[in-house]
């Protein structure tokens, strides 16, 4: 029983943190702030989209530095 619990837990943090986690903290920071917004009456529609167009281009600059950072094996 408590293998399953483990397993649906890891799966969880996995689908919901993934690869970089510090995308998961600034999206949730995202939805605070689009909330805190939308609760003082103001359009907040805009927030998540402009930090998905902030994030996406960050994170994919990171993988491509660390990628190129590793020597390419030789084949053979």
Do not use: E, Q
């Amino acid at each position: 029983m408590m293998n399953r619990i483990k397993a649906f837990g890891a799966f969880w943090y996995d689908f919901i943190v993934g690869d970089d986690w510090r995308v998961a903290v600034a999206v949730v920071i995202a939805l605070a702030i689009t909330y805190g917004i939308a609760a003082a009456a103001i359009p907040a529609w805009w927030v998540l989209p402009a930090t998905v167009a902030i994030l996406l281009p960050l994170s994919l600059w990171r993988v491509a530095r660390t990628r190129r950072a590793v020597p390419p094996r030789s084949g053979g």
